[in-house]
């Protein structure tokens, strides 16, 4: 499994023997002790360990003896961090309260997701009425005695009389899709398996729904465990009709000369029109496809009868930018779009007239336009992002002119839960100092109606005992990056606070303002400082700054979060000793460079399912599709842009490097989960193994006595519908850890 490609370098090289990729015979033994940062604890010891390469195989003895001595190692480490337990007493206090989704109809009824403080997982519950009373609908916590069986998606049909719902074992992106009756709560007898990356799209006839899947791999290629590693490939469409087998299912797009497509079909507001998005990878770009339904002369079941595709009609067949429709009058459709407009905008076109587009609402000078939904027949509610912080307005969607803003904190707007030919918008609001409010927008005046209809409680926190800050902080290249910091009121700047920097930088994501009870345990308890920067990479202003962040030019994230670090300390809020960097997914990749390239900044560092091994990534799942963000080592020039900051491949001894290197790396704590079939366990596991070697168990009398773990969560995945429990678990491992490496202390 070592790889050697025919352009490395001589230095490239000597990177990859470093991480023992080119020698076979690679020492299989570490040696056995290992200082943690406390002198007076005794040093745990390591069990024999394995070349870096061996560990991409999930189930074998090997890996599972790594993984095993990795488990005792860490706990024994976690066993000496004092304030470990009180953050897990804390962190489920504030977890227990009641949290509520924002309402959404169907039919004549409303659904919503509910828990009550400390379930395992979120309940989907129904109701006739706003007020009427509400009915458990589905109950994931009684799949599973741990939890750890989740809702992954769901679709109502038109009439509400049947819900498709997808569920997840142990947080895998593969998920089973089931059928529920509302009235009685019984179960059809549908099955759908190999169902991944999918939406569920009901036609309005509510006989069935279109969905995507792969193909069903040969047996050999399933492991027991469902933790297998092989690429996603052939990613089909499929309509299914209810109360049939799945091998009786439409196959109604696929494409097999381009593998490595994902298809996503929704059916409109009408229910006249199926459309099509196909995506090529991560990049922000999509075709669109289409198809009339009202004009088919029979069903979609009939017209494919399983011998050719759905006669979908291109609408846009080059990936040139990114279209996602928001509402369509007949043939008459209104896209958001990038096309020319790295801000987006809304554009219209009609179907007859496919070569006329016209702007509807034209892209911002400056702001980001996020999402648009049609409301109340005739009306938009768009979203905004200025500076990082959201800006809702209701415009005319016929012109696009403004009619009303709706004024709203600086925070996060998700869930907005309406349609077209609703007059009521339900809004989610959340942000660092409120866990959540669900407005009700009554859109029938001429003045919108805005109240709230639901707040979220915290038992026991006072937001008025914290502030919330935004600086513009210069990076390398003198461009200006947000950085969001919260902490108390009236902190001392004396340099003397654990400090916590969070980062993503990928993928056009945004980073907002969002409610945590566990920063808020740190924040109260250990005098911290979280600090959220929103670097290049992201979507925060738009197609031009995530392009600033990803391909040749990844090193801009870096370079911004290290300026954030930087500015954190010459500010005084904390210094390098007690400032700790977290990321998840592509942000534990930002952290696993930060810490290679500035191993002096920082004290302590949490990296999440990083992508740790930036030259082999896109063999294992989907891990194809992130080659639109980072590149890819099969090609030469990418390659050089690879090597030159793949965590995996740049782990070095700052003791062996100029001043003013430290005389070592920060404490580190990689998280990864057994069943992470997004970003797999072996990108994380054989960091671990390369840092502990390069870094502790190679030298003697090593100089590196900052402790270097891995914790290996169970029957988890990347994120996605973690239980309750196994949340507050893990939240107490690393930040009890972070604690006593920071050496801060618990305040009651």
């Not at 804390?90 to 919503?112: M, N, Q």
């Not at 509510?206 to 399933?222: D, L, M, Q, V």
């Not at 905004?384 to 803003?405: A, E, F």
């Not at 490097?657 to 970003?679: F, K, N």
Request: aromatic share 10%; glycine share 6%.
């Amino acid at each position: 499994m070592s790889a050697t490609f025919p352009w490395t370098t001589e230095k490239e090289l000597t990177i990859q023997s470093n991480c023992g990729m080119l020698d076979p015979t690679a020492p299989k033994i570490f040696p056995n002790h290992f200082c943690p940062s406390d002198p007076l604890q005794p040093r745990p010891a390591y069990d024999d360990l394995i070349p870096p390469s061996q560990l991409e195989v999930p189930d074998s003895e090997e890996t599972k003896e790594f993984v095993d001595s990795q488990v005792k190692l860490t706990e024994s480490v976690l066993k000496t961090c004092n304030a470990r337990e009180k953050i897990r007493e804390r962190i489920t206090e504030l977890f227990d309260h009641p949290r509520y989704s924002a309402p959404f109809k169907r039919g004549d009824k409303y659904f919503y997701f509910h828990n009550t403080g400390l379930q395992q997982q979120d309940v989907l519950y129904v109701q006739d009425s706003l007020n009427g009373k509400p009915e458990v609908l589905l109950d994931p916590n009684e799949l599973s005695k741990d939890g750890t069986v989740s809702l992954n998606t769901c679709a109502v049909s038109e009439d509400a009389k049947y819900v498709a719902y997808g569920l997840s074992k142990s947080g895998s992106d593969w998920i089973t899709i089931n059928v529920i009756r509302v009235e009685d709560r019984g179960l059809e007898p549908d099955t759908l398996s190999w169902v991944k990356f999918s939406s569920i799209g009901w036609t309005h006839d509510s006989k069935g729904f279109f969905y995507s899947r792969y193909p069903t791999p040969i047996e050999a290629e399933i492991s027991e465990a469902r933790t297998e590693t092989n690429v996603n490939l052939n990613h089909e469409l499929c309509y299914h009709l209810l109360g049939t087998d799945q091998s009786e299912d439409i196959l109604c797009w696929r494409d097999p000369e381009n593998p490595k497509n994902l298809f996503r079909a929704s059916v409109t507001d009408d229910g006249k029109y199926v459309i099509l998005y196909i995506e090529e990878g991560c990049e922000v770009k999509n075709k669109v496809y289409y198809l009339d339904l009202s004009a088919l002369p029979h069903r979609p079941q009939d017209i494919c009868n399983g011998k050719e595709l759905l006669p979908l009609k291109k609408l846009i067949d080059e990936f040139e930018a990114s279209y996602h429709a928001i509402a369509n009058d007949g043939t008459l459709f209104t896209f958001l779009t990038n096309k020319d407009a790295p801000r987006y905008k809304l554009v219209r076109v009609d179907l007859k007239e496919q070569s006329s587009w016209a702007d509807v609402i034209p892209e911002s000078e400056k702001d980001v336009l996020v999402s648009a939904h049609a409301v109340h027949h005739n009306k938009l509610l768009v979203r905004y992002l200025s500076d990082v912080q959201y800006v809702l307005q209701l415009r005319d969607l016929k012109t696009g002119s403004l009619l009303h803003p709706l004024p709203i904190d600086i925070g996060t707007v998700y869930g907005i839960s309406t349609r077209r030919k609703d007059g009521i918008v339900f809004i989610g609001f959340t942000s660092f100092l409120t866990p959540g409010i669900i407005y009700q927008c009554d859109l029938k005046s001429e003045i919108p109606d805005v109240k709230i209809f639901r707040e979220i409680a915290v038992p026991k926190f006072d937001r008025t005992e914290f502030q919330v800050e935004q600086a513009f902080v210069p990076s390398k290249d003198g461009t200006k990056i947000p950085l969001f910091i919260v902490a108390r009121k009236n902190i001392d700047l004396d340099g003397s606070h654990p400090c916590l920097l969070f980062g993503y930088g990928g993928f056009n994501v945004n980073l907002t303002p969002s409610f945590s009870v566990s920063r808020i345990a740190l924040l109260k308890h250990l005098d911290a400082v979280f600090c959220l920067a929103n670097i290049r990479g992201g979507g925060e202003y738009g197609e031009e700054w995530h392009k600033a962040g990803s391909m040749a030019k990844k090193q801009n994230c870096f370079d911004d979060f290290i300026s954030a670090a930087e500015f954190l300390v010459s500010a005084g809020y904390t210094r390098p000793k007690k400032l700790c960097i977290e990321g998840g997914s592509n942000g534990g990749l930002l952290v696993g460079a930060c810490i290679n390239q500035r191993p002096d900044l920082f004290g302590c560092a949490l990296a999440h399912v990083g992508v740790m091994d930036m030259l082999r990534f896109h063999k294992f799942t989907i891990g194809h599709a992130w080659t639109s963000d980072f590149g890819c080592s099969d090609k030469e020039e990418e390659f050089h842009w690879l090597i030159k900051y793949s965590p995996l491949h740049n782990v070095r001894r700052p003791w062996e490097e100029p001043s003013p290197w430290p005389s070592q790396c920060p404490a580190t704590m990689l998280l990864t989960a057994d069943h992470d079939d997004r970003v797999v366990p072996m990108h994380s596991l054989k960091l671990l193994a390369t840092m502990q070697y390069v870094l502790c168990t190679s030298v003697k009398n090593s100089p590196q006595t900052n402790p270097i773990l891995g914790r290996i969560e169970c029957k988890a995945g990347h994120g996605a519908g973690r239980p309750t429990q196994k949340l507050i678990d893990e939240a107490a491992d690393r930040y009890g850890f972070m604690a006593k490496m920071l050496d801060a202390h618990w305040i009651d």
